[in-house]
């Protein structure tokens, strides 16, 4: 080992301290209640842990605190990472998908919430043998750095969606713009639980069971995942408030 990765090292074992990581699961686990308890829709909220850049250890730690559900962003890294984890682990899939990767994440993760275009869902079915949760991605503040589609073209790709019988459209998923301060993006997160409940009025009409799928909200990251949840998400995704900062972002 050279210097400069005996130093690498050491820095990550001490950025990844078993305390540390079992400390900030537990404090996110109480501002959720919190946040919960301020809002007046039903439901539990689902955490996954989003693991790019960070290493297998630091998942296994959180895993042996109880958490289950982690995400991937990049079908690359998280091939390399998975196998030396635990198989009970549920995978979903959340950074942006090509066609060309959907085999590698087909039957493998169950659910995926980037689903934007029809490319990806016609690769997605033919790749899957068992039918996959998918959540179609709304792009909130129309940045042309981030998936998805303006809302109102949801209705649109829902109705693509039945092509692919193995899809099951579960509902949609939001990244609004990076703020300091959450509160600027309250009306995102409502804005989507708008989308979601219009989303679903047009469904019902012609296929009541289709509708009734429609449930989830994935929104909410580490720095406004209690407004997220108070504006209704049941889903929301967190990296660095269970992993600490990423070493490099991508
Ligand atoms: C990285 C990422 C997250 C987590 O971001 P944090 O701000 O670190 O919580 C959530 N969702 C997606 C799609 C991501 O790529």
Avoid at 36 to 42: A, C, F, G, H, P
Avoid at 178 to 184: A, H, I, K, N, T
Avoid at 212 to 236: C, F, H, P, Q, R
């Amino acid at each position: 080992m050279t210097r400069i990765e005996l130093e690498l090292r050491v820095s990550d074992e001490s950025k990844y301290s078993p305390e540390l990581l079992r400390e900030r699961l537990a404090g996110v686990r109480e501002k959720i209640d919190g946040a919960k308890k301020r809002r007046d829709v039903e439901g539990d909220v689902a955490l996954i842990g989003v693991t790019k850049t960070h290493p297998p250890e630091a998942i296994r730690v959180l895993y042996e605190a109880g958490l289950r559900a982690f995400g991937a962003s990049y079908v690359q890294e998280w091939e390399a990472k998975y196998p030396q984890l635990p198989d009970d682990i549920d995978w979903h899939f959340v950074g942006r998908l090509q066609s060309n990767k959907a085999k590698y994440i087909a039957d493998r993760v169950i659910m995926v919430h980037s689903v934007d275009r029809k490319s990806v869902m016609k690769s997605l079915h033919r790749r899957c043998e068992e039918p996959v949760d998918i959540l179609l991605q709304v792009n909130l503040g129309m940045e042309a750095s981030k998936g998805g589609v303006p809302s109102d073209e949801i209705e649109a790709l829902m109705e693509r969606t039945l092509n692919y019988p193995r899809l099951r459209v579960r509902g949609l998923m939001g990244m609004p713009p990076y703020r300091d301060d959450p509160e600027d993006n309250r009306h995102h997160f409502r804005a989507l639980r708008e989308t979601l409940e219009r989303l679903r009025d047009t469904v019902e009409e012609r296929d009541p069971y289709r509708a009734k799928l429609l449930t989830e909200l994935s929104m909410g990251m580490s720095n406004d995942y209690e407004v997220a949840i108070e504006e209704g998400a049941t889903i929301i995704r967190l990296g660095t408030a269970l992993f600490g900062p990423r070493s490099y972002d991508g």
